[in-house]
């Protein structure tokens, strides 16, 4: 019986979680540092939640996306590879376009889908990003903005839900925010 049970459970939904970086030019030196460190932070929360399954995508961007890994189990060797490959291999140029990743995100988000979006950036988008913001918007369940560096514009952040900072950020802040999406 208790296997009919285990059976007839419905299994959550897995969460999309999508991992913007920002790799312009305003993001040279320990802004950058910081932002790397961030994203370990959150690649080790991902790797100690045992909630609902995770599915994870990295998109790094500037003045236009320059990559994407494509959507996997967050916790997987793959998805952490790739993820790694883009951040050591990454260095900060061009302009902030948070617009255009936001629209390629919005193309690749799945219909339907309990979506997270963590930012991380020091906020100095330069184009259109607010429009671009306001079509993914109603898509996401959350969205979290990772303040990367001492000048970071948390004025520009503050349009995500939560605004972290890099120096505050541990596991247990971003296993406790995951806990909470519902």
Known sequence: MSQLRRAMTPIAEPLCAYILVDCSASMSGA????????????????ERYNGRAVQAALLAFESAPILMTPLQAAHSEAFIADANQILATSEPAGASN????????AAALPEGAMTALYLFSDGGFTDDWQSALAQVRPRLKCFYAVACGLSADREALSAADQVLSVDGLT???????????K
């Open 31 to 46: 802004p950058f540092e910081a932002l790397r460190q961030g994203v370990q932070v959150l690649l080790n929360a991902f």
């Open 98 to 105: 948070l617009g255009k990743a936001l629209r390629q995100l």
């Open 171 to 181: 596991a247990d802040t971003l296993l406790t925010a995951l806990r909470a999406i």
